[in-house]
T-cell receptor, first 113, second 113 residues
Framework: KAGVTQTPRYLIKTRGQQVTLSCSPI?????VSWYQQTPGQGLQFLFE???????NKGNFPGRFSGRQFSNSRSEMNVSTLELGDSALYLC????????????FGNGTRLTVT | QKEVEQDPGPLSVPEGAIVSLNCTYS??????FMWYRQYSRKGPELLMY????GNKEDGRFTAQVDKSSKYISLFIRDSQPSDSATYLC?????????????FGPGTRLSVLP
């Protein structure tokens, strides 16, 4: 079974631009969660989508948004990039029911200059 | 008090040593417990997943959960240089909006040949 796939692996953007990150979950998984990982803050939860609906949201500004498609693939968008948005963005999938663990992709490394 | 506490290390051990990694938590609602291993420039990889108190063994890895003390451990026997990575503990509980995952900050482990 293929794992969680995130594209692109690396991105370099300029402050003020916007960016879209993509995530393909494990086949059959209906839940996709997004996390931001930085050395100082660790893993911080952005949001979770389940069956195309945002089910939970972390404490990030409205510049961070996401969506999920009918095939469970998900995208995350960050508008008006700031230097502090430089981080590893991780996508994780799970069946979304029961007590299943999260399975992570290898992330997108975003650098904002 | 943070929801999950984990010693960030770094922890350096000689090859072949037994490694003990620990996390404490404050929320008694947590039901599911996980350990992830993260190599540099990669996403977290699920190592162990447990539901109840007690021990779970998988090869050289043993996960231990003590719900009464709110304490979980990961033991690595016969540690290898390839075990050098950051280890994240995680726990989850079902809330009315879905499954809430909380991660520790991670312990950086170096196994020296």
């Amino acid at each position: 079974k293929a794992g969680v796939t995130q594209t692109p692996r690396y991105l370099i953007k300029t402050r003020g631009q916007q960016v879209t990150l993509s995530c393909s979950p494990i086949s059959g998984h209906r839940s996709v969660s997004w996390y931001q990982q930085t050395p100082g803050q660790g893993l911080q939860f952005l949001f979770e989508y389940f069956s195309e609906t945002q089910r939970n949201k972390g404490n990030f500004p409205g510049r961070f948004s996401g969506r999920q498609f009918s095939n469970s693939r998900s995208e995350m968008n960050v508008s008006t990039l700031e230097l502090g948005d430089s981080a590893l963005y991780l996508c994780a999938s799970s069946p979304g029911t029961g007590g299943s663990p999260l399975h992570f992709g290898n992330g997108t490394r975003l650098t904002v200059t | 008090q943070k929801e999950v506490e984990q010693d960030p290390g770094p922890l350096s051990v000689p090859e072949g040593a037994i490694v003990s990694l620990n996390c404490t938590y404050s929320n008694s609602a947590f039901q599911y417990f996980m350990w992830y291993r993260q190599y540099s420039r990669k996403g977290p990889e699920l190592l162990m997943y447990t539901y109840s108190s007690g021990n779970k063994e998988d090869g050289r890895f043993t996960a231990q959960v003590d719900k009464s003390s709110k304490y979980i451990s990961l033991f690595i026997r016969d540690s290898q240089p390839s075990d050098s990575a950051t280890y994240l503990c995680a726990m989850s509980a079902w809330e009315n909006y879905g499954q809430n995952f909380v991660f520790g900050p991670g312990t950086r482990l170096s196994v020296l040949p």
